[in-house]
């Protein structure tokens, strides 16, 4: 194995540990709040409405490391 080849093998090798652990340390922050917790705060703040046009769905951002492209309509 050559010196590049072995050196882009830990570099992708970190990349990826490094992104686990971030994942980790954001479950981590999140705090947890209980059904009871959570109804409160619906009654207090409200609902957020289901308005497509305000929504942007993050979750392929968040699983691919920000790393999708941005679609055209």
Not at 17 to 32: A, S
Not at 36 to 54: C, K, T
Request: net charge negative; with cysteine; hydrophobic share 35%.
């Amino acid at each position: 194995m050559e010196i590049q080849e072995l050196k882009a093998l830990i570099k992708q090798t970190m990349r990826e540990v490094l992104q686990e652990e971030r994942l980790r340390l954001c479950q981590i922050l999140i705090p947890y709040i209980s059904n009871d917790e959570q109804r409160e705060l619906e009654a207090e703040f409200g609902v957020p409405s289901d308005d497509a046009d305000e929504l942007i769905d993050m979750t392929d951002w968040v699983r691919y490391g920000n790393k999708i492209s941005q679609k055209s309509d």
